[in-house]
């Protein structure tokens, strides 16, 4: 008999951990998942509450306590190692899921798209050559030429690149500017632009990028216009349907306006704004989006997907043509000629996971309605915790949310008292709750991205805020 850790299909050589894909891959998992999925449910149930208690220090030292020696000699087998740390990792968890966990554009994954993203896990396909991912690579042609079409409508051959997320999005949308118009390209932002337009540039090798004032949250056109005009040589605005911040979003035809009139090239972030798409309710707010040559997308924001979930979208194929790339281990010229795909002008990344799968999972499963009905609950929710701060005596309100993002304040507090009690939260476990500077004063930030949140659950978080700057 053996003396191995790992319970094995008969078809595994003695000793050696089964695997996951294949025709046993199934069987090899099925106890493994109780296990890992108890383990969640434990973690959490001993958390109780959005994230762990004590801050960085206890989490830190529970781990470590836990952890031991982190590669021992022998192993513990699969059943003790995941029951231990995975539900370590979901006891000391910041839970998306939970309803007083609302700081960042981190949301709750939807079920059916986690069990998706296992099969991706288990099947491993890499997206860098078709004889790795025959399937995988069809699927994400035909999903990123739908979501591309939602967004350019009009163009004349949509299509979509997946990426890891906004700031990949927004670095490739810059490279591809760059290729198109030069290495004398000047990128113009807003001042509420997100940081990675920056970074990009820099990256790049671009001048840095002209930042436009952004009164209220939004691009002053009257600025942008007098930028442009004092402008030489190819530009590129960056325009933005959500920021961090605020969930403001830029007036996005009158930018375009801008950017015919003075030849300039449009991008826009809609990394948290663009699933506005799916609501018939709230699309109006994206009008101008499709004069756009390239647009940030994440569906590990407002679309509910486990990280990552993001896309760059192009009215036409033909603009991503500067990302063409061979490596004839991966695509020789005769394999292309004899009609294999060519995968590697897909993405500036050679090994690359099937995230289109989870996606494709959610719209097949949910549909344009059901995606959009989960859309309007969340804005639903922002503009009842708004009401709700508007009522309070003891609560300022920094403006009605255009998205699912609302500033608020105690009233009469000091930044530093705000910046304190936001602390205090966190290291009781009692509340996740982000930080924005704006009108020159520092608020707290609730963004409400999980579809299960309920008006109890919003009176809860504003008690826990107004007992926290009482004490």
Known sequence: MSSSPWSTPSSTPCGTPPLAGGPGGADALRPLLRTVLDALRDGAATRDGPLPAGGPEAVTAHLRTLLGDVLPATGTGAEEALRTLVTALAHGAADPAHPLCAAHLHTPPLALAAA???????????????????????????????????????????????????????????????????????????????????????LLGLPEPVTVPAPGGTIDLTALGAVLTGLRGPL?????????????????????????????????????????????????????????????????????????????????????????HTAPYLNAEDD??????????????????????????TFRALGRTGLGRLVDRVHTAAQHLADLVDK??????????????????????????????RRDLLTHGHAVLGR?????RLWLKATLLNPHTTPEDLDTLLALVEGSTTR
């Open 392 to 421: 309070s005596p003891h609560l300022d309100l920094y403006e009605r949310p255009t998205l699912t993002t609302v500033l608020f304040r105690p009233t009469g507090a000091t930044d530093h008292a705000v910046a304190t009690a």
């Open 116 to 202: 998706a993203d296992l099969a991706a896990s288990a099947l491993n396909p890499s997206l860098d050559s078709w004889d790795q991912a025959p399937a995988a690579a069809t699927l994400e042609r035909l999903v990123t030429r739908t979501l591309a079409a939602q967004t350019h409508p009009a163009g004349p051959a949509p299509d979509a690149l997946v990426t890891t997320g906004g700031t990949e999005s927004n670095h490739l949308a810059l490279l591809l500017a760059r290729e198109h118009h030069g290495p004398t390209l000047q990128t113009v932002c807003g001042a509420n632009a997100h940081h990675s337009v920056h970074r990009a540039a820099w």
């Open 336 to 361: 292309t000629d004899a009609g294999l795909p060519d995968l590697l002008g897909r993405s500036p990344r050679t090994s690359r996971r099937p995230d289109i799968l989870k996606i494709a999972v």
């Open 236 to 324: 590129l605005v960056t325009a933005t349907a959500g920021t961090t911040d605020t969930g403001a979003i830029d007036p996005l035809p009158e930018i375009a306006d801008l950017c015919d009139t003075h030849g300039a090239t449009l991008h826009i972030d809609a990394a948290y704004g663009g699933p506005l798409l799916f609501s018939t309710t709230h699309r109006h707010l994206l009008t101008g989006l499709d004069r756009a040559r390239t647009v940030t997308l994440d569906l590990h924001k407002l679309g509910w997907q486990p990280v990552a979930a993001g896309l760059l979208a192009v009215p036409d194929t033909a603009h991503l043509a500067p990302l063409g």
């Open 436 to 440: 924005a500077h704006a009108d020159g």
